[in-house]
């Protein structure tokens, strides 16, 4: 079973964004080391149900395979969407989880200059350090999730754990406007490259 922290202590109700209906499904997701992990940790101290696909992929056999150059998995998301667990209300963590069948979908972002160091602080090699970094600089995640109604995105770069916790919590409790997807651009910084 994919470890899920259960029992959720915050009544979600009332979304004008969601017809008033309450978001079952929450996507968190973002490139890597734009704070998904961080943030999941205090929503579990919270209470919150929280299933991270990392966990999922593992029992579910979604699973492809081995890409050498990426040193990541490929995963077929049409499998796992069969073996999300039956909890709700329920947030799935990961930075493919916006291709899921969400109601909400909730993008953690950072400023390229500063994810390239949170990424190189893994010791992560250039290449991956660099796609990732040109990934979010583009908008990548965020522009695959735009087909969904309700995205939302938050910027970490400046603020604390503590501080992007809260406003997840805030979108999920119907004070989502303030973090509508398309105000974040860091396409500044691609014209700094060349
Ligand atoms: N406001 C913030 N929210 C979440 N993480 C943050 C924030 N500010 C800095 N970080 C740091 O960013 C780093 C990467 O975060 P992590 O949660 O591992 O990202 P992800 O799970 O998306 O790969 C961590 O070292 C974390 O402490
Ligand atoms: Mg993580």
Redesign the pocket.
């Given at each position: 079973m994919a470890k899920i922290v259960q029992s959720c202590p915050v009544i979600v109700t009332d979304l004008d964004y969601l017809g008033g209906e309450t978001p079952v499904l929450t996507a968190l997701t973002?490139?890597?080391?734009?704070?998904?992990?961080?943030?999941t940790s205090l929503l579990k101290e919270r209470g919150f149900a929280v299933c991270n696909l990392n966990d999922l992929v593992e029992e579910s056999g979604a699973r492809t395979t081995y890409d050498e150059e990426r040193q990541t998995w490929n995963v077929d998301v049409k499998l796992l969407r069969g073996s999300i667990p039956a909890v709700r209300p329920l947030i799935l963590v990961g930075h493919y989880s916006h291709l899921l069948p969400v109601d909400i979908v909730i993008v953690?972002r950072c400023h390229p200059d500063v994810l390239r160091r949170?990424l190189e602080d893994r010791g992560w090699n250039q290449r991956k350090v660099q796609e990732n970094v040109e990934a979010e600089a583009l908008g990548v995640i965020t522009a695959e999730a735009m087909d969904k109604s309700n995205v939302f995105e938050i910027d970490?770069t400046s603020?604390?754990?503590a501080?992007?916790c809260k406003a997840f919590v805030n979108i999920l409790q119907g004070g989502g406007d303030p973090y509508r997807a398309g105000t974040i651009d860091w396409s500044e910084v691609i014209m700094d490259w060349f």
């Amino acid at each position: 079973m994919a470890k899920i922290v259960q029992s959720c202590p915050v009544i979600v109700t009332d979304l004008d964004y969601l017809g008033g209906e309450t978001p079952v499904l929450t996507a968190l997701t973002g490139t890597p080391g734009t704070g998904k992990s961080s943030i999941t940790s205090l929503l579990k101290e919270r209470g919150f149900a929280v299933c991270n696909l990392n966990d999922l992929v593992e029992e579910s056999g979604a699973r492809t395979t081995y890409d050498e150059e990426r040193q990541t998995w490929n995963v077929d998301v049409k499998l796992l969407r069969g073996s999300i667990p039956a909890v709700r209300p329920l947030i799935l963590v990961g930075h493919y989880s916006h291709l899921l069948p969400v109601d909400i979908v909730i993008v953690t972002r950072c400023h390229p200059d500063v994810l390239r160091r949170r990424l190189e602080d893994r010791g992560w090699n250039q290449r991956k350090v660099q796609e990732n970094v040109e990934a979010e600089a583009l908008g990548v995640i965020t522009a695959e999730a735009m087909d969904k109604s309700n995205v939302f995105e938050i910027d970490t770069t400046s603020a604390s754990p503590a501080e992007s916790c809260k406003a997840f919590v805030n979108i999920l409790q119907g004070g989502g406007d303030p973090y509508r997807a398309g105000t974040i651009d860091w396409s500044e910084v691609i014209m700094d490259w060349f």
